[in-house]
Every structure is written in structure tokens, then in C-alpha cells.
């Protein structure tokens, strides 16, 4: 009995706070941001060759490269359902598998159309299953050095920026952007590898963060919690009266959505934060060198 408790005292160390468990899921964190910026990047980059194969505008290449990460953000709300239903590694390796395989086959597409296809079906969806399970694993083996931990995972998108933008352009004059395309669709390969060896924590919760500034403004507090638990309490309610108009199938997914977010004044000021930071990063990775080069800029000064 002492010797199970041990080890799971033990596996509990290695995944949390400082762990070797833990410094992968770090690794894996900063390995799908990265790979999701430099497929962004990638793109950018070859964005005149695609688009000149293609004989389309620039408009419709730039909607082509946009809708992967409006998909990206649609279908991150049923990740936690799937995550769910099928597992945390299980997901992880589909997921890396889904973007692995889409990137792939957008080298063989002949139309716009199909690479937007597979965008919006498979690259997006595959895209958000690694990075939304990847950042909410995070929170889970993360507490008291949650910050550091993000600080070195987010450091997956500028680094994929300086990596990829010379490194796409290396390949695009050597094999063209379909060869091209197909190379980085095989480093996306490796995101596979270091899912499968991802040993994951025994909770499947969200640690809650220390420390709420009660001491300081404890009525204040107290009033913030009572605000929130009466918002979802409300929201909890109205979902009570729509499960009994819903089928049984909707009302897992309404459960599992937890819609009591989109009442959360603190969620929705981060979700506008988040979308304007995004607005601006993806129309830069996607227009700046094909807008520098419309200016006579030239591309291999950009990306030396």
C-alpha cells in the first residue's frame, strides 16, 4: 500500500511543476505553436508562386491562407468535448496526424477551392485539437511556475517566424511550392512523435491558479464571486429549461460547451484582447512579403 502510494506521489512530481512529465508537455506546447506559425508563414512566403499557378487573385489566395485559422477557432470549442469522449493523447496524435496529412495533400490541389477545402476540414481542425489540448495541458501540469512555462511555449511563434521564412523560401527555389509545401508537411510529422510520448497528468481538470487578492479588497471579492456565481447559476438555469426542449444528443453538447463563459465579463475583454492581437499577426504572416514585393522590396532581403 505505501509503495502504490509512493509512486503515485512519484508520477504525480513528474507531471506537475518542474517534472520531466511536465517540461514535454512545455516542448510539445512550443512545438504546435510553432508548427501552426510557420505553416502560416509558409504560406505567406509562397504566396505569389501559388498564387500565379493558380491564376487567381490575391484576395482569394489571402482567404484561402485566412479561413484555416477561422476554422482553427470554430472547432476549438468541440475539442473539449472530444477530449472527453476519446482521450487527451488520442486527440493529440489525430490531431497532429489531421494537420500532418492536410498540409500534404494541399501540395497536390489544382483549384483554390480544394486548398480552402482542406483547409476548413482538415488542416484547421487538426491545427486546433494539437494547440487548444496542448496550452489547456499546460494549466494542468503548471502552477506555481505557470508563467515561465508559457513564457518558453509561447516562444514557438517568433521562433517558427525566423525558422520557416527562410527556410520556405530555401525550398520554394529548389523544388517549387508544391515540393515545398510537401517538406514542411513532413517536419509537421515530428509534432506526432512528441504527442505519443507525452506522459500525462492523472487529473483532467484545470489547476486552479493561487492567490484571488482577497486580503487587499475582501469585499470586493466576495462581491466578484457572488456576481459570478449568480451569472452561471443563471446561465445554468437556462439550460435546465432548454434540455427539456433539447434531444438528448444536444444537451451533452450544450453541457459540455459550457456556455456559462459567454456571460463572463473577464472572458469576453480577453476574448476581444486575444482577437486583435490575432487580426493583426495573421495579416502581417500572411500579406507583408507579397505587399513588400509589390513595392519592389526584395524577398530575399526580407527574409535574410
Request: hydrophobic share 50%; proline share 3%.
Amino acid at each position: 500500500m505505501a509503495l502504490h502510494r509512493r509512486k503515485g506521489a512519484r508520477r504525480a512530481d513528474e507531471t506537475t511543476d518542474g517534472g520531466l512529465a511536465s517540461w514535454l508537455v512545455v516542448v510539445n506546447t512550443l512545438i504546435s505553436l510553432a508548427v501552426w506559425g510557420g505553416v502560416n508563414k509558409s504560406y505567406g512566403v509562397m504566396f505569389f508562386a501559388i498564387r500565379d499557378d493558380f491564376s487567381t487573385s490575391t484576395w482569394i489566395m489571402g482567404w484561402v491562407v485566412a479561413v484555416m485559422s477561422f476554422s482553427v477557432d470554430m472547432f476549438s470549442p468541440i475539442v473539449n468535448l472530444l477530449e472527453r469522449k476519446f482521450g487527451t493523447r488520442q486527440l493529440l496524435v489525430v490531431g497532429s496526424l489531421m494537420l500532418s496529412v492536410g498540409v500534404i495533400m494541399a501540395s497536390l490541389t489544382t483549384h483554390p477551392s480544394q486548398m480552402a477545402l482542406l483547409s476548413v476540414l482538415v488542416v484547421g481542425p487538426g491545427l486546433a485539437c494539437s494547440t487548444v489540448v496542448s496550452r489547456a495541458l499546460l494549466g494542468r501540469c503548471w502552477t506555481r511556475r505557470y508563467s515561465l512555462a508559457c513564457a518558453i511555449a509561447y516562444n514557438g511563434i517568433p521562433l517558427s517566424l525566423l525558422f520557416f521564412g527562410p527556410v520556405s523560401q530555401a525550398l520554394l527555389d529548389v523544388y517549387g511550392w508544391r515540393g515545398a509545401i510537401m517538406i514542411i508537411g513532413a517536419i509537421t510529422v515530428h509534432l506526432v512523435l512528441i504527442s505519443t510520448a507525452l506522459k500525462l497528468p492523472p487529473i483532467q481538470e484545470y489547476a486552479r491558479l493561487p492567490g484571488n487578492n482577497c486580503t487587499i479588497k475582501q469585499t470586493t471579492c466576495q462581491k466578484s464571486k457572488s456576481t459570478r456565481a449568480g451569472a452561471t447559476e443563471l446561465t445554468s438555469l437556462r439550460l435546465d429549461d432548454a434540455d427539456k426542449n433539447e434531444p438528448s444528443c444536444l444537451r451533452g453538447v450544450i453541457r459540455g460547451l459550457d456556455l456559462s463563459l459567454l456571460v463572463e465579463a473577464d472572458f469576453l475583454c480577453l476574448s476581444w484582447m486575444s482577437f486583435c492581437v490575432r487580426f493583426d499577426l495573421e495579416a502581417w504572416m500572411i500579406y507583408y512579403v507579397s505587399h513588400a514585393g509589390a513595392k519592389g522590396i526584395a524577398i530575399n532581403c526580407l527574409l535574410s
